[in-house]
């Protein structure tokens, strides 16, 4: 097998020859704590790893070249510096408030851990979103990158194309801010609701325009929506403003020859999963542990209708020992005889595992996934 045909046979309850090799994501702080203990400053981790555990690892995947970001984005800017701290408007048009020990561009992508405070949304009233929704046309040719290249690239390397893509209350929360957006659910619903038909439409029109020269193999929603314990919102606007887009995308994406939806979402989703089971949604992503998260017996309620992601707690990795082999031993054998599952830490691996027991345990998943 290929790296696209482990990938998906892993995910859609086939039989793969391997189970894929994906230990986790390390940002910015963990590949320079890492090159502290070890790491050759010159080497991506994940080859590291192979040369250390003596196995060749699956070539990457390959992003999928359409964007559904705002064009044109705003201007960033510092706008002030105040102890310590920087407040700038960044590419989304919201103010933020971060450490001096960051720039701007640590907003535009989660290249480390880093927090934040907000103090201003674009979109604040009716006149706001008129002038947001001209950043999004989907027939802006500058929308649509090379498609033909990642499909050409994909299929020389064997490797699966990989689109992640806002999911509606994500979206929204951008433009509104999650206090904002949660007070216009509750007070003005058909503004909400607007906004979240126009994404589903958006985001349509560009996934059915894309798939006409490449289509994706693993779409990604990306869908933070819930805390520790809770989700962030009801169950019936769960359904009433979101899962109309994952029905709608689903259905165009699995058509076009999509193989695997996917919603990753942090916090506890145990109040989410029947709904994404609902929509059509078959894998999830990243299972968090201390969210009181349990992905073996989500397997047990959910059966071959929900694959997953991750699910290995980060915590028990960074204490190393027995604690990291128990931790994937509960996980990993199960839920491989059941199917429908890719190991790994179950967020972005943060500084406080060491190089020394990530080594360890991706040890255990190569052993385990007949890497090794």
Same mark, same amino acid.
């Given at each position: 097998?290929?790296?696209?045909?482990?990938?998906?046979?892993?995910?859609?309850?086939?039989s793969p020859d391997k189970?894929?090799?994906?230990?986790?994501?390390?940002?910015?702080?963990?590949?320079? &704590?890492?090159? +502290?203990?070890?790491?050759?400053?010159?080497?991506?981790?994940?080859?590291? #790893?192979? !040369?250390?555990? $003596? =196995?060749?690892?699956?070539?990457?995947?390959?992003?999928?070249?359409?964007?559904?970001?705002?064009?044109?984005?705003?201007?960033?800017?510092?706008?002030?510096?105040?102890?310590?701290?920087?407040?700038?408007?960044?590419?989304?048009?919201?103010?933020?408030?971060?450490?001096?020990?960051?720039?701007?561009?640590?907003?535009?992508?989660?290249?480390?851990?880093?927090?934040?405070?907000?103090?201003?949304?674009?979109?604040?009233?009716?006149?706001?979103?008129?002038?947001?929704?001209?950043?999004?046309?989907?027939?802006?040719?500058?929308?649509?990158?090379?498609?033909?290249?990642?499909?050409?690239?994909?299929? &020389?390397?064997? +490797?699966?194309?990989?689109?992640?893509?806002?999911?509606?209350?994500?979206? #929204?929360? !951008?433009?509104? $801010? =999650?206090?904002?957006?949660?007070?216009?659910?509750?007070?003005?619903?058909?503004?909400?609701?607007?906004?979240?038909?126009?994404?589903?439409?958006?985001?349509?029109?560009?996934?059915?325009?894309?798939?006409?020269?490449?289509?994706?193999?693993?779409?990604?929603?990306?869908?933070?929506?819930?805390?520790?314990?809770?989700?962030?919102?009801?169950?019936?606007?769960?359904?009433?403003?979101?899962?109309?887009?994952?029905?709608?995308?689903?259905?165009?994406?699995?058509?076009?020859?999509?193989?695997?939806f996917d919603v990753d979402?942090?916090?506890?989703?145990?109040?989410?999963?029947?709904?994404?089971?609902?929509?059509?949604?078959?894998?999830?992503?990243p299972v968090e542990v201390?969210?009181?998260?349990?992905?073996?017996?989500?397997? $047990?309620?959910?059966?071959?209708?929900?694959?997953?992601?991750?699910?290995?707690?980060?915590?028990?990795?960074?204490?190393?020992?027995?604690?990291?082999?128990?931790?994937?031993?509960?996980?990993?054998?199960?839920?491989?005889?059941?199917?429908?599952?890719?190991?790994?830490?179950?967020?972005?691996?943060?500084?406080?595992?060491?190089?020394?027991?990530?080594?360890?345990?991706?040890?255990?998943?190569?052993?385990?996934?007949?890497?090794?």
């Amino acid at each position: 097998m290929n790296a696209k045909q482990r990938h998906i046979a892993a995910l859609t309850f086939g039989s793969p020859d391997k189970i894929p090799f994906s230990p986790g994501y390390p940002r910015e702080s963990t590949i320079k &704590k890492w090159q +502290s203990q070890g790491l050759p400053k010159n080497q991506n981790y994940i080859e590291a #790893l192979g !040369e250390l555990l $003596g =196995f060749t690892p699956d070539p990457h995947t390959v992003g999928y070249p359409a964007v559904t970001r705002m064009i044109p984005a705003f201007e960033e800017e510092v706008l002030e510096r105040r102890d310590g701290h920087l407040i700038v408007r960044d590419w989304m048009g919201a103010v933020v408030e971060i450490s001096d020990c960051f720039d701007v561009s640590y907003l535009r992508a989660a290249k480390d851990f880093v927090t934040r405070k907000w103090h201003r949304f674009p979109v604040n009233n009716r006149d706001d979103w008129i002038e947001m929704k001209r950043r999004y046309d989907a027939k802006d040719e500058q929308r649509y990158g090379d498609l033909l290249h990642a499909k050409n690239e994909a299929d &020389k390397l064997g +490797s699966p194309i990989f689109w992640a893509v806002n999911g509606p209350f994500w979206q #929204l929360r !951008e433009w509104m $801010g =999650f206090e904002g957006l949660c007070v216009a659910m509750h007070d003005e619903p058909d503004f909400v609701f607007e906004m979240a038909d126009f994404w589903n439409n958006f985001v349509a029109d560009v996934l059915k325009r894309a798939c006409e020269t490449c289509v994706p193999d693993h779409i990604m929603i990306n869908e933070d929506m819930a805390y520790k314990a809770h989700a962030m919102i009801s169950p019936s606007m769960t359904r009433e403003y979101v899962l109309p887009s994952y029905v709608n995308w689903k259905k165009i994406s699995f058509n076009a020859g999509t193989a695997v939806f996917d919603v990753d979402s942090d916090g506890y989703i145990g109040t989410l999963l029947p709904l994404w089971v609902e929509a059509g949604v078959n894998c999830n992503s990243p299972v968090e542990v201390a969210a009181m998260n349990d992905i073996v017996a989500f397997r $047990g309620q959910y059966g071959e209708s929900m694959a997953y992601r991750g699910g290995i707690d980060k915590r028990c990795i960074a204490a190393g020992g027995d604690a990291l082999k128990n931790e994937v031993m509960r996980v990993v054998p199960p839920m491989q005889k059941a199917g429908g599952f890719i190991p790994g830490c179950d967020h972005g691996v943060p500084p406080d595992i060491s190089w020394q027991n990530f080594i360890k345990y991706s040890r255990l998943l190569a052993q385990l996934g007949g890497w090794i």
